[in-house]
């Protein structure tokens, strides 16, 4: 089981890791790559709305989850250090396993509750610097048709801190790079597929008498954004990425 450990030689919680000046540099480098796959048009993304995330302070940005490069164009889209609550087995993953430490991101085992509550207190102590933590509520990346009950921690987390979350929908990256056994009779990746990322309005959780229901409202937020994107389609206005505020 992978742990993540924040305590410093002497037993006392250190600052996030991803806060940390290595992240700084580490964030730096990987977004310009980023954003110069997608300024060459080697994948097609359109980012909307990003303005609406708050330039500091602590933020929750929580999207629906398609495919294994959700993280990525979210992250990358971003124009602050992000921390993100992810699968462990990333950690054990050549380079990548290597780039998740250096970012200061958050391993969970899944259906493991002991590593959900770590992989929620760990997020507090990076709200509670004044960060900006990604989680998926779904958990899992959910294939075409099927859908996943979203897990509370996201909602938890918000009403115990009292950090406004930022809806996310992503659409497009189940055409580019399809989870195993539903890409049909077409390519396995597919960089031309057009990927969206749009951002709604910070959802306050003190308008909301219980988890459950600032949950619902969550999942209804997102779904209205998944819908509006895949209605509208992407638009070329909105490209491409403009430069970050601190990475």
Same mark, same amino acid.
């Given at each position: 089981?992978?742990?993540?450990?924040?305590?410093?030689?002497?037993?006392?919680?250190?600052?996030?890791?991803?806060?940390?000046?290595?992240?700084?540099?580490?964030?730096?480098?990987?977004?310009?790559?980023?954003?110069?796959?997608?300024?060459?048009?080697?994948?097609?993304?359109?980012?909307?709305?990003?303005?609406?995330?708050?330039?500091?302070?602590?933020?929750?940005?929580a999207?629906?989850?398609?495919?294994?490069?959700?993280?990525?164009?979210?992250?990358?889209?971003?124009?602050?250090? %992000?921390?993100?609550?992810?699968? %462990?087995?990333?950690?054990?993953?050549?380079?990548?396993?290597?780039?998740?430490?250096?970012?200061?991101?958050?391993?969970?085992v899944?259906?493991?509750?002991?590593?959900?509550?770590?992989?929620?207190?760990?997020?507090?102590?990076?709200?509670?610097?004044?960060?900006?933590?990604?989680?998926?509520?779904?958990?899992?990346?959910?294939?075409?048709?099927?859908?996943?009950?979203?897990?509370?921690?996201?909602?938890?987390?918000?009403?115990?801190?009292?950090?406004?979350?930022?809806?996310?929908?992503?659409?497009?990256?189940?055409?580019?790079?399809?989870?195993?056994g539903?890409?049909?009779?077409?390519?396995?990746v597919?960089?031309?597929?057009?990927?969206?990322?749009?951002?709604?309005?910070?959802?306050?959780?003190?308008?909301?008498?219980s988890?459950?229901?600032?949950?619902?409202h969550l999942?209804?937020?997102?779904?209205?954004?998944?819908?509006?994107s895949?209605?509208?389609?992407?638009?070329?206005?909105?490209?491409?990425?403009?430069?970050?505020?601190?990475?």
């Amino acid at each position: 089981m992978t742990r993540h450990d924040d305590s410093g030689p002497s037993g006392t919680r250190r600052r996030p890791i991803g806060l940390g000046k290595r992240a700084w540099v580490t964030t730096h480098l990987v977004r310009r790559l980023l954003r110069f796959l997608a300024w060459s048009r080697f994948v097609r993304v359109t980012v909307i709305d990003r303005e609406i995330v708050p330039a500091k302070g602590a933020v929750l940005v929580a999207s629906n989850h398609l495919s294994m490069v959700d993280a990525i164009f979210l992250w990358g889209a971003l124009r602050r250090r %992000a921390m993100a609550v992810a699968m %462990a087995e990333l950690w054990t993953w050549p380079v990548v396993g290597l780039l998740v430490r250096r970012l200061g991101h958050i391993p969970v085992v899944r259906r493991d509750a002991e590593s959900g509550r770590k992989a929620l207190d760990a997020g507090e102590w990076v709200l509670r610097h004044g960060g900006m933590l990604l989680i998926y509520p779904e958990g899992r990346c959910v294939p075409p048709g099927e859908t996943e009950p979203y897990k509370p921690g996201v909602a938890r987390l918000s009403m115990a801190t009292g950090v406004a979350i930022v809806p996310v929908a992503t659409t497009g990256t189940d055409g580019l790079l399809p989870l195993r056994g539903h890409s049909g009779s077409g390519p396995r990746v597919n960089r031309r597929h057009p990927v969206t990322i749009r951002f709604g309005e910070p959802i306050d959780p003190g308008e909301f008498e219980s988890v459950e229901k600032l949950l619902d409202h969550l999942r209804t937020r997102i779904e209205s954004l998944r819908a509006e994107s895949s209605r509208t389609g992407p638009s070329p206005a909105e490209q491409p990425p403009g430069p970050s505020r601190d990475a």
